[in-house]
């Protein structure tokens, strides 16, 4: 079965200080996409960035990085030069068997991330 | 970009009462619509897979007769709490995914928060 853990429950950070949110998953299927996802309070859920497990290169997207080491089956999510707007909770998640219509995401934990001033 | 309309944003009723809620993918068909929920400051956990025209897969503890999804087509799936009690408050996030490929995020609606007095 897939599992996906995040262990940091909360973090802070200064503004413009970069960040790195942990991400640990485990899977035996060798065909998997790990996804990150921003959720302000407001509630709704916001796709950051994707990683493909025969992904040759890290993702990125903006001032997001994945830091995707797959031997030690880790996906750290990087945000560089942090904003006050970033303050959220952070989930990674992760999809097996990537070409099933059926084929589901499971989340993290979460890591909550607030950013001072 | 794809986008998920679901509805209501929130809900407050009396015990006993039956709750609708649904999910629509706005510019694209959606054949597997996915339901999640999520406690306070909890992680999302998928209660079931919805599939257009055929009977929904649910997850280990979910009840079915609780819980009933019907996805009427390949843009609309409806979650019906059905007497819903104070314990089904909580906040119910439906998705979507606009294809099959690995590489396709998972657009998610904007969520509705339940409450059941």
């Known amino acids: 079965a897939q599992k996906i853990t995040q262990t940091q429950p909360g973090m802070f950070v200064q503004e413009k200080e970069a960040v790195t949110l942990d991400c640990t998953y485990d899977?035996?299927?060798?065909?998997?996409?790990l996804f990150w996802y921003k959720q302000p309070s407001s509630g709704e859920m916001i796709f950051l960035i994707y990683?493909?497990?025969?992904?040759?290169q890290n993702a990125t997207e903006g001032r997001y990085s994945l830091n995707f080491q797959k031997a030690r089956k880790s996906a750290n999510l990087v945000i560089s030069a942090s904003q006050l707007g970033d303050s959220a909770m952070y989930f990674c998640?992760?999809?097996?068997?990537?070409?099933?219509?059926?084929?589901?995401?499971?989340f993290g934990s979460g890591t909550r991330l607030s950013i001072r001033p | 970009g794809a986008v998920v309309s679901q509805h209501p944003s929130r809900v407050i009723c009396k015990s006993g009462t039956s709750v609708k809620i649904e999910c629509r993918s706005l510019?694209?068909?959606?054949?597997?619509m996915f339901w999640y929920r999520q406690f306070p400051k909890k992680s999302l956990m998928l209660m079931a897979t919805?599939?257009?025209?055929?009977?929904?897969?649910?997850e280990q503890g979910v009840e079915k007769d609780k819980f009933l999804i019907n996805h009427a087509s390949l843009t609309l799936s409806t979650l019906t709490v059905t007497s819903a009690h104070p314990e089904d408050s909580s906040f119910y996030i439906c998705?979507?995914?606009?294809?099959?490929?690995?590489?396709?995020?998972?657009?998610f609606g904007d969520g509705t928060r339940l409450s059941i007095l």
């Open positions: 998640a992760m999809r097996e068997a990537g070409y099933s219509s059926a084929s589901k995401i499971i």
């Open positions: 899977t035996s299927d060798p065909s998997y996409g």
């Open positions: 919805s599939n257009e025209g055929s009977k929904a897969t649910y």
């Open positions: 510019d694209f068909q959606a054949t597997t």
């Open positions: 990683q493909g497990s025969y992904d040759q």
């Open positions: 998705s979507a995914r606009s294809g099959t490929g690995a590489r396709q995020p998972q657009h």
